[in-house]
């Protein structure tokens, strides 16, 4: 059984002006996913700053969400790192709080060869129970899934049920699904090729977008598993001009500056992030109106 079928919000953890985690305004948020039909969230992942978390407070902001949440939708608990003990650690840590399913990045800075990727996915998922989904996002880590070693560990390791990609390369996406041959479930990473991804077989997306515009992404998800092909692109394309602009800075400085744009006080950023070049900003508002969001005040 898949975990979970849709639009799932890779959520933003808010932050008062000093840096500390905002849990009334996480809450908030999290309401309001759940109140707009997002299927499931994805807590502490990249656009939930984990990397500048402390362990503590990374275990903290995944079960305050597991708690608020409570098993309304799938939770979905960030829990990969660049070293092995780490990803081991906080996995089995999400998995005794109550996480439906773990999101494991590749790990980042010191890489990893394919052979080191399946022996650090092997045992991060042979220390639990709970289903896996890896994460490739080549462009922040610098280090690749190929199809071929994706394909080994789903048909070797049990846990390891599914694929985050965001390599945004849709060659290497249809090659892996050729090579899986329905052995592990797909969702895009792309908030930018979601309609490609679920064309491919894909089950949804894990999305950026989804966190200020949660109907719209969930519908576009929906919309064409019902076999409503063209209003799901019709979505899809309006919102590119609004994926850019989400993406004209690193993430997630445009969609946090987004929330408290819309008045919803996702907060300030950890360094090294910081806030948005104006005309970028100028850029992002533009968009949001365009694509129909409404700002604070208006």
Request: glycine share 8%; net charge negative; charged share 20%.
């Amino acid at each position: 059984m898949a975990v979970f079928t849709g639009a799932g919000v890779a959520i933003v953890t808010p932050m008062f002006e000093n840096g500390e985690v905002n849990y009334e305004k996480l809450g908030e948020l999290l309401e309001y996913q759940i109140a707009n039909g997002t299927d499931a969230v994805i807590i502490c992942g990249t656009t939930g700053e984990a990397s500048t978390l402390t362990h503590e407070e990374h275990l903290d902001v995944i079960k305050y969400a597991i708690n608020k949440v409570a098993k309304r939708i799938p939770v979905i608990a960030g829990t990969g790192s660049n070293c092995t003990e780490t990803a081991i650690y906080l996995s089995q840590e999400a998995e005794k709080m109550g996480a439906d399913a773990l999101l494991v990045v590749t790990p980042y800075y010191n890489k990893a060869t394919q052979k080191g990727l399946i022996q650090h996915y092997t045992r991060v998922a042979n220390s639990v129970s709970l289903p896996i989904i890896m994460y490739n996002v080549p462009g922040r880590t610098g280090c690749n899934i190929q199809p071929e070693t994706a394909v080994t560990l789903a048909k070797n390791v049990e846990n390891i049920v599914a694929i985050k990609e965001a390599s945004g390369n849709i060659a290497q996406v249809a090659k892996l699904m050729s090579l899986a041959d329905g052995c592990i479930d797909l969702y895009s990473g792309e908030d930018g090729q979601v309609v490609p991804t679920l064309s491919l077989g894909g089950l949804g997306v894990i999305s950026v977008l989804s966190n200020i515009a949660p109907k719209e992404t969930h519908d576009m998800v929906m919309l064409y598993l019902e076999g409503k092909t063209k209003e799901s692109c019709e979505l899809q394309l309006k919102a590119i001009p609004l994926v850019d602009a989400l993406f004209c800075e690193v993430n997630p400085i445009p969609v946090k500056t987004a929330l408290n744009l819309m008045g919803m006080e996702a907060g300030a950023f950890r360094g090294p992030l910081c806030e948005m070049e104006e005309a970028n900003k100028e850029k992002l508002i533009k968009a949001m109106k365009d694509f129909g969001i409404r700002l604070a005040g208006e």
